[in-house]
């Protein structure tokens, strides 16, 4: 068995960061995990790419030869990575053992996690290899500044979710930068009818009954939540990649280690 995280969320969200961050932790730790590129315009890491999609096909290559504009080429590159899996990726995942744990870089393009069905084939390869795969959603704690922002973050979210059928755990990224973090914590645990009350009053009146099914969606079936994740605190850290942890069921199947023992010593 096989473990794997498919980090994702819009352009900036920080999602290369908390890679990341998340590589340099497990390594405090001396726990293993290998950080995988898939994003072929990317250039710059700060961490070791154990598998980089640019050995396949890179943005850059495209644009000049088809003469694609940046968002068409990096669509032509993940359906290239796509056609793919079956060579290049397979050959790859050989290279790594049973209990081997991949994180997985993925572009910010919105439309690979909502309805193109790239990521979502991508995944179904994996757990052909035997991987259990959680996606990562993350989201600018920064964009959360008021309710219609936050709803539209949930229902991105939801649109992923379904689309990928994983389990999911989203993350309200970049805390360290909000300068007022209780404006962020009243969308962590929200309030539905406060909620509904300020969608209201920032909406025209024919919307009331769009934004009551919304607010209800959110509450109602819990859905949606977010953990905020301060790259700061090592705590913070760790309690993100323990709730991935148990959504991915890591370390279930480990053997239980006993201490030998001399009764006698006891007595």
Not at 117 to 135: D, G, I, M, S, T
């Amino acid at each position: 068995m096989g473990y794997a995280q498919l980090v994702i969320g819009p352009a900036g969200s920080g999602k290369s960061t908390y890679c990341s961050s998340l590589y340099h932790h497990c390594e405090t730790l001396g726990r293993s995990i290998n950080i995988v590129n898939l994003d072929p315009a990317a250039e710059n890491f700060d961490y070791p790419v154990a598998m980089d999609i640019r050995e396949l096909i890179s943005l850059d290559d495209v644009m000049e030869e088809l003469g694609l504009g940046p968002n068409g080429g990096l669509m032509y590159c993940m359906e290239h990575l796509e056609e793919n899996l079956d060579d290049w990726l397979t050959e790859e995942l050989d290279n790594y053992l049973d209990d081997d744990y991949l994180v997985f870089d993925c572009p910010g393009q919105i439309e690979l996690f909502s309805h193109v069905p790239v990521l979502r084939n991508f995944v179904e390869h994996l757990k052909r290899k035997n991987f259990n795969v959680c996606a990562v959603y993350l989201l600018d704690s920064q964009f959360i500044t008021d309710v219609t922002k936050f709803i539209s973050g949930c229902m991105a979210s939801l649109s992923a979710m379904v689309q990928l059928e994983l389990p999911h755990v989203n993350i309200l990224s970049k805390m360290d930068l909000v300068t007022n973090k209780r404006d962020v914590e009243n969308y962590l645990d929200p309030e539905p009818r406060l909620l509904l009350s300020e969608l209201n009053e920032r909406m025209a009146p024919r919307f009331k009954k769009l934004n009551k099914s919304l607010i209800e969606l959110v509450d109602e079936y819990s859905m949606v939540s977010f953990i905020p994740l301060d790259l700061r605190k090592e705590s913070s850290i760790q309690y993100v990649l323990a709730q991935i942890d148990n959504c991915i069921q890591y370390g279930e199947d480990a053997d239980v280690k006993i201490r030998d023992f001399d009764p006698e010593d006891d007595e």
